[in-house]
Each structure stands twice: as structure tokens, then as C-alpha cells.
Nanobody, 115 residues
Framework: QVQLVESGGGLVQAGGSLRLSCAAS????????MAWYRQAPGKEREFVAR???????YYADSVKGRFTISRDNARNTVYLRMNSLKPEDTAIYYC?????????WGQGTQVTVSS
């Protein structure tokens, strides 16, 4: 079992920045693919960014160039640095861990970007 706890969300003005953290416990995440997803009100949950266990990084087109995913295996933590935030980035952000057929979600952290 992997427990994921997100933090760092909040209210920020458009153009501002936030850094989300996802602290994992229960298992070391070094062999897990880690990702961030988000869900805006009335919309489906969507992929934001992924950091594979082998070091590959992927981003949704909507955040490319503005968001940076990173991981610190020693701290068992994944981060999402979000710059140049836009009102359309407003959503609940979820941390996700997957290895083989095992996958885990965090409870989410709210990010609200005001115009």
C-alpha cells in the first residue's frame, strides 16, 4: 500500500506560482511512475504531468513550459512547480502512483487562480 498526501495548494492571482508536494508513505516510490492529474468543476479528471521511475518526463500540452514535475526519492516526495498560472488551471490536483497493476491516488489539493 502507498499513501499519498498532497499539499501546497491555495489561492493565487493569475501569473503567480505555486509548488505542490506529494508525500508518499508505506512504500518507497523510487520504482513507481508518479504523476499529477487535475479535475476542474464539472469536468473529467485530466493528466497534467508524469515522472517515470526511469526518469522520463511528460506534460500535457496545456501546461508545457509552465509546470515542472520533479521527484526526490530520498524524501519519497514528488513535486509540481506551477508558474504563470491561469484561471483555467483552477482545479483539484491529485497525485498518482502506479507500478504494474497497483495504482494509488491522493486526496487532492485545491488550486484556485483568480483573474
Amino acid at each position: 500500500q502507498v499513501q499519498l498526501v498532497e499539499s501546497g495548494g491555495g489561492l493565487v492571482q493569475a501569473g503567480g506560482s505555486l509548488r505542490l508536494s506529494c508525500a508518499a508513505s508505506g512504500r518507497l516510490i523510487s520504482t513507481y511512475n508518479m504523476a499529477w492529474y487535475r479535475q476542474a468543476p464539472g469536468k473529467e479528471r485530466e493528466f497534467v504531468a508524469r515522472f517515470s521511475w526511469s526518469g522520463d518526463v511528460y506534460y500535457a500540452d496545456s501546461v508545457k513550459g509552465r509546470f515542472t514535475i520533479s521527484r526526490d526519492n530520498a524524501r519519497n516526495t514528488v513535486y509540481l512547480r506551477m508558474n504563470s498560472l491561469k484561471p483555467e488551471d483552477t482545479a483539484i490536483y491529485y497525485c498518482f502512483a502506479i507500478r504494474g497493476s497497483y495504482d494509488y491516488w491522493g486526496q487532492g489539493t485545491q488550486v484556485t487562480v483568480s483573474s
